[in-house]
């Protein structure tokens, strides 16, 4: 019987390996990992849950118990990947890519997020696109225009004026900046 256990923030390769160790470490079988899900093919008595618990949250993580936090943690998932994972040239239509790998109504998931998260579905998904043009401009290999045309940006001049209502300042000023604020993804 397989069994799904929801971890909340993983969000990189580095958290899945981490993660899958702990598995490993209480002896708990994996059939498949991903971000936020690792399916297990047995259930977990409450003595290796409260361990697996434990193990998890000693490095951040956390086992999600309800099916919204699974939903969120889902949605948050499928947007980290795709902002930042994703190196198709296709680009992501919100509504229909969430809906189709959720099999929920876009408008349900976005009220369901924003009652939980207290922030927007659309402002964490820029929060994520900012985040990942920050990591773009400090590795220095792309032109903002590249960036804009990699991140589906209409034009350089509307990711500019996004970048500076969410940062403050504008990419320029951010990247010739001393201090690059950026975030670990779990905190976005």
Same mark, same amino acid.
């Given at each position: 019987?397989? $069994?799904?256990?929801?971890?909340?923030?993983?969000? !990189?390769?580095? !958290? @899945?390996? =981490?993660?899958?160790?702990?598995?490993?470490?209480?002896?708990?079988?994996?059939?498949?990992?991903?971000?936020?899900?690792?399916? @297990?093919?047995?259930?977990?008595?409450?003595?290796?849950? =409260?361990? #697996?618990?434990?193990?998890?949250?000693?490095?951040?993580? =956390? @086992?999600? $118990?309800?099916?919204?936090?699974?939903?969120?943690?889902?949605?948050?998932?499928?947007? @980290?990947?795709?902002?930042?994972?994703?190196?198709?040239?296709? %680009?992501? +239509?919100?509504?229909?890519?969430?809906?189709?790998?959720?099999?929920?109504?876009? +408008?349900?998931?976005?009220?369901?997020?924003?009652?939980?998260?207290?922030?927007? #579905?659309?402002?964490?998904?820029?929060?994520? %696109?900012?985040?990942?043009?920050?990591?773009?401009?400090?590795?220095?290999?792309?032109?903002?225009?590249?960036?804009?045309?990699?991140?589906?940006?209409?034009?350089?001049?509307?990711?500019?004026?996004?970048?500076?209502?969410?940062?403050?300042?504008?990419?320029? &000023?951010?990247? $010739?900046?001393?201090? &690059?604020?950026?975030?670990?993804?779990?905190?976005?």
């Amino acid at each position: 019987m397989k $069994n799904t256990v929801y971890v909340k923030n993983m969000v !990189c390769n580095r !958290c @899945i390996r =981490a993660v899958e160790d702990i598995f490993k470490k209480n002896d708990i079988p994996i059939i498949s990992i991903q971000l936020g899900e690792v399916e @297990i093919d047995q259930g977990l008595d409450e003595g290796k849950r =409260a361990l #697996l618990k434990d193990d998890l949250e000693a490095l951040g993580f =956390a @086992i999600i $118990n309800d099916r919204k936090g699974q939903l969120i943690e889902q949605i948050k998932n499928l947007v @980290i990947e795709a902002v930042h994972y994703n190196k198709s040239a296709e %680009k992501v +239509k919100w509504p229909e890519y969430l809906s189709d790998q959720l099999h929920l109504d876009y +408008k349900y998931l976005s009220s369901l997020f924003s009652s939980v998260e207290s922030i927007t #579905l659309e402002q964490y998904i820029i929060n994520q %696109k900012i985040e990942k043009v920050k990591e773009l401009l400090v590795y220095d290999e792309l032109s903002l225009k590249e960036i804009a045309f990699q991140l589906d940006y209409s034009s350089t001049a509307y990711l500019s004026n996004q970048f500076k209502k969410v940062m403050g300042m504008t990419p320029t &000023h951010f990247k $010739n900046s001393v201090a &690059h604020n950026r975030k670990s993804l779990d905190h976005i």
